[in-house]
């Protein structure tokens, strides 16, 4: 019987860990106090794209544009379409210009939500 109660100790010590591990692994963490070293490993900010406007589909609210890279979502050159998160968007720029704008994934549907002319 003694040897049935270290094993069901031991079980026992095992499966809380298991259960409270997860609980920890979804924590929220303050990166405040990270330095950059600390955030090396994390996914880029957000940022501004480069991009040229090839399309505007004013009634869908759409766009499509000759990009480059959009590092913080680890996608490289190339020609897409996007939604736009405001339609008033597409009426500040013309097809053929040269643009800078934030995209985003919402929800897996690929979203312009800011665009200003090129710098």
Sequence with gaps: MN???????AVAVALSSWTVMPAFAQMPMDHSKMGMAGMAGMAAMPGM???????IDKDAG?????????????MPGMTMVFVVKDKALLDAV?????IQFMATNENGQMMVTDIQPAK
């Excluded at 013309?94 to 040269?98: C, M, N, R």
């Design 3 to 9: 040897k049935f109660h270290a094993n069901l100790a």
């Design 49 to 55: 794209t480069d991009g040229e406007v090839k399309k």
């Design 62 to 74: 759409k766009i499509t544009i000759k990009h480059g890279e959009i590092k913080h979502m680890d």
């Design 94 to 98: 013309p097809v053929g210009a040269k």
